[in-house]
């Protein structure tokens, strides 16, 4: 758009040349003229070079991840809410139970904007919109776990929000679930990743 203003300027411009060199007598009117059409096409500029929004990403306070033991049993439910956000007070988190060593967990995470009067179900914008997002699992302080994704987003690619966690030999540390936003996929995990993370919430586990 810009472009045919300025083709539009220039035209007015030598259509005043001529007309300024016979009659001299409408100088005024001619220059007030120009003068509006180099304001319109200062406004046209400036609109297109208004930028974008950023994304704004939605608040999350909560993480529930539900463990089922594959074979039967009672599920183990770990939470971490954070209702301040950024603020000073500390995350509350728990964990109902420990893992069996040997035994393969169906999980399920959940997250939610408790902030909100009922709580905002996060989990299915995360479904709605699976190619922007993806869930991983970290272990450290030598927890003995493995996991793998249960489902994938709309590509194929990894999402996260069910999985497999097999517990291993008798053993305590930490399990983190971090979710990502526009992470690169396929990736290899967190390090190759990329993107913002929405919410990382750290689990102190054991193994008996």
Sequence with gaps: MQMIWVEI????????INFLNKNKMKQI???STVLLAGLLLTACSKDN???EQAHEEELITT????????????AILMEYKDLDGEG????VVSVS?????????????????????PAEDITEEVKEENLEHQFFYTSGGGLDVTTSYSDSDDDGN???????LTAGAASSGTLTFTLRHEPTKPNTGLSDAGGETDIAATFDVTIE
């Design 9 to 16: 300027f220039q035209s007015i411009l030598k259509s005043i």
């Design 29 to 31: 009117k001619f220059l």
């Design 49 to 51: 070079d208004t930028p």
């Design 63 to 74: 993480l529930k991840v539900t463990l089922t033991p594959s074979g039967g049993g009672t």
């Design 88 to 91: 000073s007070d500390t995350p």
């Design 97 to 117: 139970n420990n893992l069996a060593a040997g035994v393969t967990y169906d999980g399920v995470i959940e997250v939610s904007n408790e902030t909100e009067d």
């Design 158 to 164: 990894d999402l996260g929000i069910e999985f497999t």
